[in-house]
């Protein structure tokens, strides 16, 4: 069974090993632990019976929101997950009253640019050179609320 649980404190150690096994340069369980403990976060892990698989982080302040990150374990990719994430983590986010949902995306990575083109999210900005080695940055948003 496929649900998503709501972040919290507790789950610096989770978000840490499954954004490991997504990204090269691995955020430190600390820095989640910090992210975690600030009333603006919010976020959930899906779990495939009681497995982790993958997780979203966002950050809400004043009826707009930012995705900080999103990742599903490498083997259970393209099964829907991440939509399944970013689907519910929209839905809470409009119950929260929150209007409008920003992310960045680096221009090469085509898998997370496809979830996100087909979630909605359309481009309103280019950050030249915005990551190390100097990838651009796409800065996608969506409407949550009219
Ligand atoms: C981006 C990521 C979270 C997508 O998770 P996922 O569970 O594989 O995505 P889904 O299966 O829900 O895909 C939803 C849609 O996105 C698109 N998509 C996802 N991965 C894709 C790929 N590799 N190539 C092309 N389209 C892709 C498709 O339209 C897909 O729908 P479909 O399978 O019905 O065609 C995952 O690839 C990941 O963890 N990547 C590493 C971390 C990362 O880059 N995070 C984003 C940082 S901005």
Do not use: K
Not at 87 to 96: K, S
Request: with cysteine; aromatic share 6%; net charge negative.
């Amino acid at each position: 069974m496929m649900t998503v649980e709501p972040l919290g404190p507790a789950h610096a150690g989770v978000c840490a090993a499954l954004h490991g096994e997504a990204f090269a340069r691995p955020w430190t369980e600390q820095a989640f632990a910090d992210l975690l403990a600030l009333p603006t976060t919010r976020g959930g892990v899906l779990l495939e019976d009681t497995e982790p698989a993958g997780f979203v982080l966002l950050q809400a302040v004043a009826g707009e929101a930012e995705v900080l990150t999103i990742a599903v374990l490498p083997a259970r990719r393209r099964g829907g997950l991440g939509r399944r994430l970013l689907g519910w983590a929209m839905e809470r986010l409009r119950d929260d009253g929150v209007s409008r949902l920003f992310l960045e995306v680096e221009a090469g990575n085509t898998a997370a640019r496809a979830l996100y083109a087909a979630a909605g999210f359309e481009q309103v900005a280019v950050r030249r050179g915005y990551y190390e080695g100097g990838a651009d940055a796409l800065v996608m948003a969506r409407t949550l609320l009219p």
